[in-house]
Structures are given as C-alpha cells and as structure tokens.
C-alpha cells in the first residue's frame, strides 16, 4: 500500500530536482500529458469503485493517453490548428464526468453504510 | 505475488504522474519567474528611456544655450572689431595729427626754398641785404598757406608751436641758431607751393625786391626729422 505513495513522493522529487530547460512551445504537451495522466487516474478510481477496475486497462490507457495528447498537440502545433484545445476539452469533460461519478458513488456508500452501520 | 506486481504498476504510475506534476509546476514557475524580470526589465528600459529623454531635452536646453552664448560672442566680437577699427582709425588719425605737429619723422616730395643774403652793395644800408626773420616768416606762412604738411629750417623742423627770433646775422628757431643761407624745405604739393610762392607780387617778388637771392626747387623726396622737445 506504501509503495505507490513512495512512487509518488519520488516522481514529485525528481520533477522538482529536474532542471531541464524545455523551450516555452513544449510546455503545451507537458500540461496535456499532465491533463491526461489525472483523466486516467480519476478514470482508474472510477473504474475501481465501480468493480470495472482492470489493471492492464489502467496502465494502457495511462501511458497511451500521455502519448496520444502528446502527438495530438504535436500534430496541432506543426498544422497550425490548435488541437491541443481538443484534447484539453476532452480530459476536462470525461475528468469533471468521472469525479461526479465518483463522487455520486462515494456518497452513496456513506448513505448506505450508516445505515448498514446503525 | 499478484498484489506486490499490482502495487508495482501502481507505484511506477504514481512515480510517472508525480514526475509530470511537479515537472510542470517547476517549469511553470521558472517561466513565471522569467516573466517577472522581463517585467522588471521592462521597467528599468521604460526608467532609462524616461531618463534618456529627460537628458535629451537637457541636452536640447543645452544646445539653445550654447547658440544663444555663441550669438553673444559673435556679437561682443564684432563690437570689439568694429572699436578695434575704431581704433585704428584713431591711430592713423593720430599719426596724422603727429606728423602735422612735427613729432615723427616725415617722407614725400615737396620744395626746397633757398634764401641767400643779397649781394652788397656799399651804397647802402647793410641790413637791407641780409635775410631778415620776417622774410623767413613769410616764406614760411606762405608755404603753410599753400598747404605745406610739414617745413623745416635748415634742416630743423618748423612746427606751428616754433617761434623765430633775428639773432644778428643769424636766426634762431626754438632756441637754436642757424646762419645764412637759409634753407627752408616744406613736403606738400610741390606744383601748389611753387605757385603759391611765385604768385605775381608774392613772396618771391616782396623778397626780390628786399635784395634777397631767392631760389626754388622741386624734390621729389624730402625727408624730415622730428622736432627735438617740447611737447
């Protein structure tokens, strides 16, 4: 159960640490990648709440969304259409749909487990 | 087994999300950062462009100035010419009125008047032959009259201060004696003094008649010394 809050602690380190520079045109992928990691996170919470949870899913879905925002931003950028918007709508609605869901979900478990609990 | 590779993969999710967060937020923050110096820049150039404008119009100020100052000295150096010329006018004017008094030295042509006591003739009365201090004054007046600039006796100069006294047989102008024959010189025009001497009952013939060897000449160059003293 540590193990991923360890991860966590230490991907947040290293990216403090990191002093890379990256020119100010690729700070778009990273805010989409950004973008798309919570939406799969949220998706997986969803997901595992919900008993659909599938860990091969979870991952795919995690790192294959990064890269399909990424190279959609990519493709945007060098086509002079800004598809990155598209990608950011997208997450934004399916990460604001599943917190509701998760949310609706969560309340229905505090609902009924006083009364389980009473 | 199944739970450890799970919290794996879960583990290297949480690495890769915390990765891209806080990668993110650093690089937002640094560009954030870059923004407020070019802010701080930004207002430093606008201070040094303020500054830079305020020393142009100085420097404007400044250039007004300066012509203003440039058209003034021009002007005092023209007052300062023109009393310079003033000047120099005066100068020739008083060489002039030196030459007139006697004080320089003096140069041009003129006439040469010579007066020799008259040949003697026992019959008569012996001062009726010799040169008299009123001929020379009359010579003398005669010469001014005709617009001589400058006359000498003899070589001395005779100015409009001299005086002529009848000293026996010699005369004395401004205390010095000279002897016979007398020699008077005048600079002016030698054409006007030559006429004016030889007026019909002139000069020349008061004096011929008083038994008195007048004679006259041209010279084209005469030269004069200063007056010795007085003042």
């Avoid at chain 1, 989409?32 to 899913?57: C, H, K, P, S, W």
């Avoid at chain 2, 000498?152 to 010095?176: E, K, L």
């Amino acid at each position: 159960m540590w193990l991923p809050i360890f991860g966590l602690i230490v991907g947040v380190f290293l990216g403090l640490m990191t002093d890379i520079r990256i020119p100010a045109e690729y700070s778009n992928y990273l805010s989409i990648a950004v973008l798309a990691a919570l939406d799969t996170l949220i998706g997986g919470m969803r997901a595992y709440l919900q008993n659909l949870y599938d860990e091969r899913v979870f991952v795919s879905g995690f790192f294959f969304n990064i890269i399909l925002a990424a190279s959609l931003a990519f493709l945007g950028v060098h086509l002079g259409v800004d598809l990155y918007l598209a990608a950011v709508f997208a997450f934004g609605v399916r990460l604001f749909q599943n917190i509701a869901v998760i949310r609706r979900i969560l309340l229905a478990k505090w609902s009924k487990s006083p009364e389980k609990s009473l | 087994m199944k739970i450890r590779s799970k919290h794996f993969v879960l583990s290297l999710v949480a690495l890769v999300l915390g990765f891209m967060v806080a990668f993110s937020y650093s690089l937002t923050k640094k560009n954030t950062d870059r923004h407020k110096l070019s802010d701080q820049s930004w207002d430093r150039e606008y201070s040094l462009r303020k500054k830079l404008v305020e020393e142009e119009e100085k420097t404007r100020k400044l250039q007004k100035e300066l012509s203003y100052r440039q058209a003034e000295i021009t002007r005092v150096e023209n007052r300062f010419s023109s009393s310079e010329q003033n000047f120099a006018a005066i100068t020739k004017e008083a060489e002039k009125y030196r030459m007139f008094l006697g004080k320089v030295k003096v140069k041009g042509e003129g006439v040469r008047v010579t007066l020799e006591d008259g040949e003697y003739r026992s019959d008569s009365d012996v001062n009726s032959y010799i040169v008299h201090e009123q001929h020379i004054f009359k010579v003398v007046n005669e010469l001014f009259i005709s617009g001589a600039e400058a006359v000498a006796i003899n070589g001395q100069r005779f100015t409009r201060r001299s005086y002529i006294v009848c000293n026996g047989p010699v005369i004395t102008v401004d205390g010095s004696q000279h002897p016979a024959p007398f020699e008077i010189t005048a600079i002016g025009d030698p054409d006007v003094l030559e006429a004016g001497l030889n007026i019909n009952g002139g000069v020349k013939d008061q004096l011929v008649n008083e038994n008195i060897t007048f004679s006259i000449e041209k010279e084209d160059e005469l030269e004069m010394n200063p007056a010795l003293g007085g003042s």
